[in-house]
């Protein structure tokens, strides 16, 4: 009998340990919890360890791809940490069939999201937006967040079928009340009124949005978010010297 697949999470293991460990490690255990049914334990301990074992094989920073089948077995895939411009071009992609009344969590080998990414740099981009029924539903490895003309700040609506992004909510509690950020259904009409836009991922950072599909994304310093998230960056928040998580 064909056993399901499992759930995964991936993080950044940074010369001073991993990024958001914690919340990568609550996230797998409510996935797990959904797909399997039952509660999932895992010793932190054992877990650090091999975490440390990884980073003195490869170079750091790099991606660490945890997975955690049926039965509670960890394995730990590591890989090279690609480097992207600081903006970044994107085509848009249909969503890859899944459960898109729900939010999704990470699970199985997702070739449909990888082959999505293969498609947009084959058109000449830098990465994919996936999109269902012109709507704006996620990225192929990153979150986008959009700024209006309006003043409105949003992200899609998870209830879609986004995963739930780690690096962004940390971001937004470094932030506090600086940003205050909707979820809603965000309509591909709906680029025309952006007045900034950003990509946030574990695996990309924080990135800003040139274009969509060829369609330039202004840049309008008054609204700020490509300063404000950029100034997280530039802090050292995705190499772990912004948050309290990193002290160990």
């Excluded at 360890?49 to 089948?69: F, G, N």
């Excluded at 309006?150 to 909510?169: H, Y």
Aim: aromatic fraction near 6%.
């Amino acid at each position: 009998m064909e056993l399901p697949s499992p759930v995964f999470s991936t993080l950044r293991l940074n010369q001073n340990g991993p990024l958001f460990l914690d919340s990568h490690v609550n996230r797998l255990k409510r996935a797990y919890v959904a797909s399997f049914g039952t509660d999932l334990k895992i010793d932190p301990v054992e877990l650090d360890s091999s975490l440390k074992s990884i980073s003195q094989d490869i170079d750091l920073p790099c991606l660490v791809r945890i997975e955690v089948h049926i039965g509670g077995g960890i394995v730990m895939v590591p890989r090279i940490l690609d480097i992207y411009p600081s903006s970044i071009n994107l085509s848009t992609q249909p969503l890859p069939q899944g459960n898109v009344a729900s939010p999704r969590y990470k699970q199985g080998d997702w070739k449909a999201y990888f082959e999505t990414r293969k498609n947009a740099i084959m058109s000449g981009s830098d990465a994919a937006l996936l999109v269902h029924d012109d709507s704006i539903v996620d990225g192929d490895t990153f979150t986008p967040l959009f700024a209006f003309q309006s003043g409105e700040i949003a992200v899609p609506d998870p209830m879609m079928g986004a995963v739930e992004s780690i690096t962004l909510g940390k971001i937004l509690e470094f932030l506090g009340k600086r940003i205050k950020v909707k979820q809603r259904k965000i309509s591909l009409y709906e680029i025309s009124n952006c007045a900034d836009a950003i990509a946030v991922g574990t695996g990309m950072g924080i990135r800003r949005i040139a274009s969509i599909d060829d369609i330039t994304i202004p840049t309008d310093l008054e609204a700020g978010l490509e300063y404000i998230l950029c100034e997280a960056e530039d802090m050292g928040f995705m190499e772990g010297h912004a948050d309290a998580e990193w002290e160990h």
